[in-house]
């Protein structure tokens, strides 16, 4: 079992569920997101399954698709695109024209501009540069099917969408692209222009 707290400190008291795999929670975003909408105080505007901080700043032509909770001053620049369950929790900013989609990205973390999140969860005071994205299936298999190494072993999350898990204090630069998959310790830094493969040569013989 992967530990997501060793990614990403105080986790399990952020989400307040018990451990399980990224892939197991982004799967259930939905579920996850509407049981923590119930549980929202009078802070938080609610409609039609989106809750937004009074806070929160939203500019123009920004798409909203429920469930989705929206956090206490956090920020979503013009023209995006948050979709199939997001939560973003306290000071996130979001810049413009980018893509959420079923993901989580916890406080202080910054998503530049022109970016995809997909089936990922982002730690604390990560920050991803403008057109740098997380791939979350692999179009060019046959076998969609995505693993993850961790620590040395090989993992098949027996599921076809999943991008990454990043860990607190990351830096991922400009236009990289996170393979699926990808599992991102902790103050991990990602080159502009990098691909990620966590390939393991004893693993992929």
Known sequence: MIDIEE?????????????EAPWELTQRMND??????????????????????RTAVIETN????????????????ANSYLRNGVLLMDNVRIGTGCEIKTSIICPDSAIAHFNFIGDSIIGRRVNFEAGSITANHYNEREDKTITVVHH?????THVTKFGSLVGDDSRIGANAVLSPGTLLPSKSIVRRLESVEQYIPSLNA
């Open 62 to 77: 920004v798409t909203l698709k429920p469930p989705v909770i929206i956090g206490e001053n956090c920020f979503i620049g």
């Open 152 to 156: 040395a072993e090989r993992i098949c």
């Open 32 to 53: 996850i997101i509407l049981e923590r909408i119930s549980l929202l105080n009078n802070d938080f505007v609610v409609n039609n399954h989106i809750a937004i901080h």
């Open 7 to 19: 990614y990403i400190e105080g986790f399990n008291a952020l989400l307040n569920k018990p451990d």
